[in-house]
């Protein structure tokens, strides 16, 4: 039996590295190359308009290496979406482990959708009609978004920053809504700011939402208030359409 040399002795009692390699990287690399190449295509271009050979060739890459990586275009989608819901993953992370507020951490989401444009909401919206797979797969990530909202919001309850007279789940069933509310009127529209509108909103939201404060009974008064909010909300509707001046709403005081 030959003897092992030093070299191969200290190899051999290596524990396995799991860093990835060349070949793993090799194809994270290019099917990271087709996915921006794609988004960015359907971000100006749209969905229907965008060929395979369209995002293959701004990715650099052969037209058949498409293939290798998504079975077709509405996979790009999936893709991004999933990628959102890692995002809520992250904000929740940073909340329990007291790096941010819930209030930070529901804000900072906000910032994470600033490069959406009304054509990849419009996208968005086609391929979830179009299809009833990718509608069961968008569903699934939508509940759990909200199962990540409603432990941040759990979690901020129990510090005291939200009131606690609501459940968890009634205010994250309403951040989503209005959240996607806010979304499609945005993309409707076609213009202006959207992360300016949606932490516009975001603030009414809170404003109502601080510990401390008392629910209204729900009559006469619940209404006036909910009017009272609605004239808040249109009052900065020019400021938040118009990018030079939403940025004193692009920094508002609880931003960490």
């Known amino acids: 039996m030959r003897p092992q040399s030093a070299d191969s002795s200290r190899s051999a009692g290596r524990p396995p ?10 194809r994270a690399e290019i099917r990271e190359r087709l996915y921006r190449a ?7 271009g749209g969905l229907e308009e ?18 290798n990586y998504f079975s077709n275009k509405e996979e790009i989608l999936l893709t991004f979406n ?11 992370t940073a909340v329990r482990e007291g790096r941010k507020t819930a209030q930070q951490a529901i804000d900072d989401l906000c910032l ?28 699934q990530d939508l509940e759990t978004r909200r199962q990540r909202m409603e432990q941040v919001v759990a979690l901020g309850q129990e510090r005291g920053e939200i009131r606690a007279d609501r459940s968890a789940q009634d205010i994250a069933r309403a951040f989503q809504e209005f959240g996607w509310g806010t979304l499609l009127i945005w993309s409707l529209r076609g213009t202006g ?30 209404k006036k208030s909910t009017i009272r909010n609605t004239r808040l909300m249109w009052s900065h509707h020019d400021d938040h359409d118009d990018p030079k001046k939403s940025r004193q709403h692009d920094s508002p005081s609880h931003v960490p």
Request: hydrophobic letters at 40%; glycine letters at 6%.
């Open 38 to 44: 794609a988004l960015n295509l359907f971000l100006t």
């Open 82 to 92: 999933e990628r959102q819901t890692q995002l809520f993953e992250r904000a929740l």
């Open 17 to 26: 590295s799991d860093k990835p390699g060349r070949r793993e990287r090799h």
């Open 112 to 139: 994470e959708m600033s490069g959406w444009t009304p054509t990849l909401v419009y996208n968005m919206m086609r391929a979830i009609g179009s299809r009833a797979d990718v509608r069961q797969r968008y569903a």
């Open 193 to 222: 700011v959207f992360t300016a509108r949606l932490r516009a909103n975001l603030d009414l939201i809170f404003w109502g939402l601080a510990a401390g404060r008392l629910a209204p009974p729900p009559t006469k008064i619940a």
């Open 50 to 67: 965008t060929t395979v050979q369209d995002i293959t060739e701004a990715a650099d890459v052969g037209k058949g290496t498409f293939f």
